[in-house]
Structure formats: structure tokens, C-alpha cells
């Protein structure tokens, strides 16, 4: 869980009031911020401080990269399953985004995601070395998909485009 270095202390509170002081550690805070006020939020901003006093600037970074990172696998796999019809869709989306996207992410989400999850359930516990450098891989998988996006949006200049429309 974002935020919780020892998940096992929240698996394991005796009380709610145990658990609600595990969750106000700064880190849980940042996430929730991020995740219910926005990433480019004054709330998000305030709680990335208070994460940067505790964490330092590099656990806060880590922290803020793995709410990017969760926010962009809801915001890709809702996507999907709305162009699915797995779920409703938003409104307003070209049948040329919805096929270049299912084109672009759809092996990613439905045949590596779920590949790698297959192969790993059987496995027994592993190092945590082990356990992080399998996660980097994961992440340069996932990252090999969306970082040309990235190249190309800072290309156009999508990030002042958006922003732009946003403001109308």
C-alpha cells in the first residue's frame, strides 16, 4: 500500500484507533490526497511536503512516482474495459482514439499483466532484492509502453493543450 512501509502493522491492528494511526502516517496522507483531490492539487502539494519532511525528497519522489504510476493502470484498464463495454465508457471518446488505445495497451493489460500474475501466484515468498528488482522489470515493461506517449505529448505540447481546454 502507498504510504505504509510495513503493511503487515495494518494487517495485523488490534483497533480502529490502532489502524486510524497507522493510516495518518504522511505518506498514506499524500496518497489519499493524490488519489481523492488530484495529482496537481494545493492538497496534493501540502501533503508532498509533509511527506518530503518525513521520507526526504527521494522516498517522497518514490512515493509520488507509485501514485503515478497506480493512477495511470486505473486510468489505462478503466479505459479499456470501457471500450470493452466490460463497463460504461466515458462519453465523448473517436472510435480513432478508442482503436489506436486498445491497440497501443491492450496486450499490455490483458495478455502481460495477466501473464506475469499467473506465473507468479505459485511461486513461495521471495528476498526482497529478489522481490524489487522483479518489480523494476515490471516497470520497464509497463514504462516502454507509455514513455513514448510521454515523448510525443511533450512533442505537441499536449500537457499547456489540456490545460488549455480545461480552462474553457
Not at 493502470?73 to 466490460?86: A, E, K, R
Not at 502481460?112 to 522489470?137: D, E, R, Y
Amino acid at each position: 500500500m502507498a504510504g505504509i512501509a510495513d503493511a503487515t502493522k495494518l494487517d495485523n491492528a488490534k483497533s480502529a484507533t490502532e489502524t486510524q494511526s497507522i493510516c495518518k502516517l504522511p505518506g498514506v496522507s499524500y496518497a489519499r490526497a493524490f488519489a481523492e483531490k488530484g495529482p496537481r492539487s494545493a492538497q496534493e502539494k501540502e501533503a508532498y511536503a509533509e511527506a518530503v519532511k518525513e521520507y526526504g525528497e527521494g522516498g517522497a519522489s518514490s512515493l509520488q512516482a507509485i501514485c503515478w504510476f497506480l493512477h495511470w493502470g486505473s486510468f489505462t484498464g478503466n479505459t479499456l474495459n470501457g471500450i470493452l463495454g466490460f463497463k460504461e465508457g466515458k462519453k465523448g471518446q473517436s472510435l480513432f482514439f478508442k482503436a489506436s488505445f486498445l491497440l497501443w495497451y491492450a496486450f499490455l493489460f490483458y495478455f502481460v499483466i495477466n501473464l506475469v500474475g499467473f506465473l507468479i501466484k505459485p511461486l513461495p515468498k521471495v528476498p526482497k532484492p529478489l522481490s524489487a528488482g522483479f518489480g523494476f522489470i515490471l516497470a520497464v515493461i509497463a514504462g516502454s509502453f507509455f514513455f513514448p506517449l510521454g515523448v510525443i505529448g511533450t512533442i505537441v505540447n499536449a500537457k499547456n493543450v489540456l490545460l488549455d481546454a480545461k480552462a474553457d
